[in-house]
């Protein structure tokens, strides 16, 4: 029998059945359930068609590849993405902490700082706890004492709406002075009381760092104490 007489069944299959069969597969219980529903979202009689195409490579109509992508766009977006999945992921900006101020205190009975604005970090504390505080100062002095020991390292966050509660132990800038309070509620309702926690200190009769009021409105900075750290960090 002549061989060259057999009709050639070799089928070529166009490049857009090929994609069409990529994306069905891709989006087939995602953005269609089944053949039916493909089938008259295409305007096709019949479910049996998609068949055809998707397992006997049926070519299809370069309109309907066409269709069958407008229909489903917001579903092939994330496909298309795929492609730039393996590019480098934006790196996030490392937390080097906050800066630490060398400030110092500037007299003794009562512990007055040095302006931080005058000075420049000397190094930045980074610990677990500490991310929304703004910047930490030393302690220098005993009036605190035992909660706040001389030498330690304070974080500390700025409280802007001056909103002060009363037990917490702050750092505050009122008038020419700077310094860490125990601040509690006053007699009146427009003051805060200055507490010092060391109360076994006396000169004579009297405390060494006996309380004293403060109006709320002479505070220029309050910055609530977050965390103490007993160490330098630097």
């Not at 490049?15 to 069905?24: A, N, R, S």
């Not at 489903?72 to 800066?99: C, M, V």
């Not at 601040?183 to 003051?191: F, I, V, W």
Request: charged residues 25%.
């Amino acid at each position: 029998m002549d061989q060259s007489a057999k009709p050639n069944k070799i089928k070529t299959i166009r490049p857009e059945t090929l994609e069409f069969i990529i994306l069905y597969t891709q989006l087939r219980g995602k953005a269609f359930y089944n053949n039916t529903q493909l089938a008259e979202a295409l305007g096709y009689n019949s479910a049996s068609t998609i068949t055809e195409i998707v397992k006997s490579r049926q070519n299809i109509d370069p309109e309907k590849l066409k269709l069958f992508k407008e229909i489903y766009q917001e579903h092939l977006s994330p496909i298309k993405n795929k492609e730039n999945s393996s590019l480098p992921a934006p790196t996030r900006k490392t937390f080097e902490g906050i800066p630490m101020y060398e400030v110092i205190a500037t007299a003794t009975g009562v512990e007055v700082y040095n302006d931080i604005n005058d000075s420049n970090p000397v190094g930045h504390m980074n610990f677990p706890g500490i991310e929304d505080c703004d910047f930490a100062l030393p302690v220098w002095g005993h009036s605190m004492y035992p909660y706040l020991e001389n030498g330690c390292w304070v974080a500390l966050k700025v409280i802007h709406d001056m909103k002060i509660l009363p037990g917490e132990v702050y750092y505050i800038e009122w008038g020419d002075y700077r310094m860490y309070k125990r601040l509690l509620a006053g007699d009146e309702p427009d003051e805060v009381i200055a507490h010092s926690d060391n109360t076994t200190e006396m000169v004579g009769s009297r405390l060494k760092y006996a309380p004293f009021p403060i109006k709320i409105a002479d505070i220029k900075k309050l910055c609530l104490v977050k965390d103490i750290h007993k160490k330098h960090n630097h």
